[in-house]
């Protein structure tokens, strides 16, 4: 009774692992383990009762499920990796040809911006020019101004002497004239 009892716990055992494992395609050394267990079930069990006729088709059942099971497994794997290599080869496509568009669009914008930097250059440099320009210009118009302030100023002085002058030439044409007259009367 405790050897069947075994056999049915490690069976039972067995069964929820296989049920609770997620279906992946299982691992060489996986293969060879299984393999090794049911080689030693088989050949542990040499009494021929009715429960271990029983075992031996539950067995060949499991074995013939788990085989089919195995060959689903790489059908699927093998569609999944042609599925993920197209993928990926059409991602590469695209990919390929998103970078394309978008280098030419760095080209583009990168000679626009090349353009406008120019043009910039250019703008700032008439700007210097027009305010080199500009303060040239109000330098000589300083200048200018200061000449025709000086200008003024002697103008002014010279309007000084000249009413100065005027004022002298008419005191001495009012001399002149009363020598004048002092001289005609002493005269006659």
């Known amino acids: 009774m405790s050897s069947l009892y075994t056999r049915s716990k490690e069976f039972t055992r067995n069964r929820k692992s296989q049920s609770d494992s997620p279906p992946a395609s299982p691992s060489p ?29 539950d067995r060949a059942s499991a074995r013939a499920r788990r085989e089919a099971r195995e060959a689903r497994l790489a059908s699927l794997s093998s569609r999944a990796e042609e599925d993920t290599n197209r993928d990926y080869k ?13 280098k030419t669009k760095l080209q583009e914008a990168q000679l626009e911006l090349a353009d406008i930097k120019s043009k910039l250059e250019k703008m700032a440099q008439q700007k210097q020019e027009k305010t080199s320009d500009r303060s040239s210009m109000l330098e000589m118009e300083k200048r ?45």
Do not use: C, F, P, W
């Open 144 to 188: 200018e101004r200061r000449a025709l302030e000086r200008k003024m100023s002697e103008m002014e002085e010279e309007m000084k002497v000249l009413t100065e002058l005027k004022s002298d030439n008419q005191r001495l044409k009012d001399e002149n004239g009363a020598l004048i007259r002092v001289i005609s009367k002493l005269s006659k």
């Open 29 to 57: 050394t996986a293969k060879t383990l299984r393999h090794e267990r049911l080689s030693r079930l088989e050949s542990g069990g040499s009494n021929s009762t009715s429960s271990d006729s029983y075992g031996d088709r």
């Open 90 to 102: 059409k991602l590469y496509e695209s990919a390929l040809t998103e970078n394309q568009k978008l």
